[in-house]
């Protein structure tokens, strides 16, 4: 958290809104006022490890939402947007601290709304080796 958000992390975490919504989806980051969204259902379900990326990927969203960037920039595909790639590179470097291989991580980046090729572009644009079994 330090890296994310340098001296000002307590104060950050302080004042860090976070909802819990019975909507379905995972996490996200309020594009109005920057509190971060968390649906029950995937806490409740999540592995304790996927809770913890995810927190470090919505964090990201919370500096860059601070900081005025964009987050939900439609000029781009959600695996080639600049904020994405911050958030997941942070979410990867957290996870290889924590013991997770490459072929763990892939799986970590799946999704329901990327297709087998975002996926990959996404492991590309990260730094996650895309699995054998996985390549096209």
């Known amino acids: 958290m330090r890296e994310i958000f340098g001296d000002k992390t307590q104060d950050v975490l302080r004042n860090l809104k976070v909802e819990f919504s019975s909507r379905r989806g995972y996490m996200g980051v309020n594009d109005e006022d920057g509190h971060i969204i968390i649906s029950i259902r995937h806490l409740r379900n999540a592995q304790e490890r996927v809770l913890y990326l995810d927190i470090i990927h919505e964090l990201v969203h919370v500096k ?3 900081n005025g960037q964009e987050l939900f920039e439609h000029r781009r595909e959600y695996v080639d947007r600049p904020t994405e790639i911050e958030a997941y590179a942070h979410t990867v470097k957290e996870a290889r601290r924590i013991g997770m291989n490459d072929t ?3 799986e970590y980046l799946e999704a329901e ?4 090729d975002e996926l990959s572009r996404l492991a590309h644009n990260i730094g996650v080796a895309v699995p054998k079994e996985q390549e096209a």
């Open 64 to 66: 860059q939402f601070m």
């Open 113 to 116: 709304w990327m297709n087998k």
């Open 104 to 106: 763990e991580i892939y």
